[in-house]
């Protein structure tokens, strides 16, 4: 399945798609998303609502299922400033699939920008919803945490 564009938002139906978009969005960056992953709770639930302040560098998601919430890749250095807000999809739902991905500082494998991409469970669309640039080391050690 590819994406679709229907009036100014993209749908998708798989996480393949969230993390093209996601990709696509990175490139217009000029930082390139790299490396990516999608977020599972500890239960092994994938959809969650997603909070996120994007000037702290703050994301939290609530998995549906269990309830626990989780602070996404660097986040716990931040979240003491942060006012995070949640997200909402113009379809009004509030359930996502989360795909996380990050670009690194060129010839390394460290973080040098975080995205953070949705895929709504209702109407499919997908989009990034937060993105911010952080020097928060290992790519792989980070997206363990998403
Ligand atoms: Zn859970
Ligand atoms: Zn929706």
Redo the contacts with the bound molecule.
């Keep these: 399945m590819a994406l679709r564009k229907k009036g100014e938002f993209w749908y998708g139906t798989t996480s393949g798609d969230t993390q093209a978009e996601l990709r696509s969005y990175s490139v217009a960056n000029r930082h390139e998303a790299v490396r990516f992953a999608v977020s599972k709770c500890d239960c092994g639930c994938r959809t969650f609502a997603l909070q996120t302040d994007e000037e702290a560098g703050v994301a939290i998601r609530t998995c549906t299922d269990c309830g626990q919430e989780h602070l996404m890749g660097d986040s716990a250095s931040n979240v003491d400033e942060a006012a995070p807000e949640a997200h909402g999809?113009?379809?009004?739902?509030d359930v996502f699939e989360l795909v996380s991905g990050v670009s690194v500082h060129e010839g390394t494998h460290h973080v040098r920008w975080y995205y953070i991409a949705c895929r709504?469970?209702?109407?499919?669309?997908v989009g990034v919803f937060a993105d911010w640039k952080c020097d928060a080391g290992d790519a792989a050690a980070f997206l363990a945490k998403v």
């Design positions: 999809c113009v379809c009004e739902n709504c469970v209702e109407c499919n669309l």
